[in-house]
């Protein structure tokens, strides 16, 4: 459902600006699914899926997402985002 859209995605659970236990999504896309007329229907369906499916809201945990390129990482290199 998320190929070939998504590339790579990370997560982390941590603290959010108010302290709360919170998930934090680092997806990848591919560079097609990054172009501007494609991506906010891309990143809300990719969004939408995910929190669906794993249903975070139940578990009391807000979630948080950021969308890069695989070209903007390439560029980038962030290690964080290589996890």
């Given at each position: 459902?998320?190929?070939?859209?998504?590339?790579?995605?990370?997560?982390?659970?941590?603290?959010?600006?108010?302290?709360?236990?919170?998930?934090?999504?680092?997806i990848?896309?591919?560079?097609?699914?990054?172009?501007?007329?494609?991506?906010?229907?891309?990143?809300?369906?990719?969004?939408?899926?995910?929190?669906?499916?794993?249903?975070?809201?139940?578990?009391?945990?807000?979630?948080?997402?950021?969308?890069?390129?695989?070209?903007?990482?390439?560029?980038?290199?962030?290690?964080?985002?290589?996890?």
């Amino acid at each position: 459902m998320l190929r070939p859209d998504v590339k790579r995605i990370m997560y982390s659970i941590e603290p959010d600006w108010t302290g709360e236990e919170s998930l934090f999504f680092r997806i990848i896309l591919s560079d097609p699914a990054s172009e501007p007329p494609r991506l906010y229907i891309t990143t809300r369906r990719i969004a939408k899926a995910i929190q669906k499916g794993i249903q975070a809201d139940e578990l009391g945990l807000q979630t948080y997402f950021s969308f890069r390129s695989e070209s903007e990482q390439a560029e980038m290199r962030d290690p964080e985002w290589d996890a």
